[in-house]
């Protein structure tokens, strides 16, 4: 079994941060890339940031510049400092995990988080 466990989400007001944490635990052999999405009430999720298991990253326009991602593979960890939030941030963060697992080194699969809410409101 593998599990994803996001913390750090909450209320904060505009132009405030936010660092939303990821761990992932369980029988894992390899985690390829993690990375976060978002999903805003009637709207589809979508890609925040991505960083693959050597550094690699990515970012959603929306977001670069004020969102910074990081991992630390001994930990099976990855973060996601959000700075300067403005209500269009308001959403659902989820954690997204490729990786494969023990039992099947080989054959990699995606992996969520529960969700973490953020909310930017005054």
């Known amino acids: 079994q593998v599990q994803l466990v996001e913390s750090g989400g909450g209320l904060v007001q505009p132009g405030g941060s936010l660092r939303l944490s990821c761990a992932a635990s369980?029988?894992?052999?390899?985690?390829?890339?993690m990375g976060w999405y978002r999903q805003a009430p009637g709207k589809q999720r979508e890609l925040v940031a991505r960083?693959?298991?050597?550094?690699?990253?990515n970012y959603a326009d929306s977001v670069k510049g004020r969102f910074t991602i990081s991992r630390d593979n001994a930990k099976n960890t990855v973060y996601l400092q959000t700075n300067n939030l403005n209500p269009e941030d308001t959403a659902v963060y989820y954690c997204?995990?490729?990786?494969?697992?023990?039992?099947?080194?080989?054959?990699?699969?995606?992996?969520w988080g529960q969700g973490t809410q953020v909310t930017v409101s005054s």
């Open positions: 997204n995990a490729v990786l494969s697992q023990e039992n099947n080194p080989s054959y990699f699969a995606n992996y």
């Open positions: 369980g029988s894992i052999f390899r985690i390829n890339v």
């Open positions: 960083v693959t298991s050597g550094g690699s990253t």
